[in-house]
């Protein structure tokens, strides 16, 4: 083989292993897109502090420490925190991030008479789903109470069904098509309201 083509040929056996590797790091990359990361730099113990730290939802905006009651906070296993005010938006967390395994999952504890009320993991957590009470990001409310004894009292008062957080979280996707129709409904009027007003 000539000098040349030798030279030509190593050449394009180059540019095909190139572009092999630009595919392998592109298929590297796949799953959970870029937008959806969530964007707080990892942090070990993400539930201390969790309002100061993380004042709004990053999926709907709203104030957490507002809606300090149904707040909820996922720590993927990267420790990157997702900080949320209601299991709506968890549940919106935990289903886009596919790729993340949640370490710890916190809620609220309306069991308790601190305010903010701290933040407890899913597990030791009764959800009261479907009571009276106002929902937050939905329809079907969904509280949660770190004692059982609490989650009871509070059913007793407004009804509703005693369940875990794999219960819980069910509701929520089960409910999630209702509630952001209603949520866009809501929105839309807001702006409708905004418009008439005018400029301030």
């Known amino acids: 083989m000539q000098r040349r083509e030798l030279l030509k040929l190593t050449s394009v056996l180059v540019a095909v292993g190139a572009a092999g590797s630009v595919r392998a790091e592109a298929c590297a990359g796949d799953g959970t897109p870029a937008q959806f990361i969530p964007r707080r730099p990892a942090d070990p113990e993400p539930s201390q ?3 100061a730290k993380y004042p709004k939802c990053p999926y709907c905006g709203m104030d957490r420490k507002e809606y300090q009651a149904t707040r909820m ?3 993927y296993s990267d420790d990157l925190p997702d900080p949320t005010c209601s299991l709506h938006c968890a549940a919106v967390s935990l289903s886009i991030n596919v790729d993340r395994g949640p370490k710890a999952i916190y809620v609220a504890d309306n069991a308790a008479s601190a305010s ?3 933040l407890i993991a899913v597990d030791g957590a009764t959800f009261l789903v479907g009571s009276d ?3 937050v990001m939905t329809k079907r409310s969904k509280v949660a109470y770190g004692s059982a004894d609490a989650a009871q009292a509070a059913q007793k ?3 509703g069904e005693l369940v875990d957080f794999d219960k819980a979280l069910l509701a929520a996707y089960t409910d999630m098509a209702e509630d952001v129709k209603m949520i ?3 929105r839309e009027e807001r702006r409708r309201q905004v418009q008439k ?3 301030s």
């Open 184 to 186: 866009r409904m809501k």
């Open 49 to 51: 502090n969790d309002i």
């Open 73 to 75: 906070l996922v720590q």
């Open 157 to 159: 008062g407004h009804g």
């Open 116 to 118: 903010p009320p701290p």
């Open 197 to 199: 007003q005018g400029p």
């Open 133 to 135: 009470m106002k929902g």
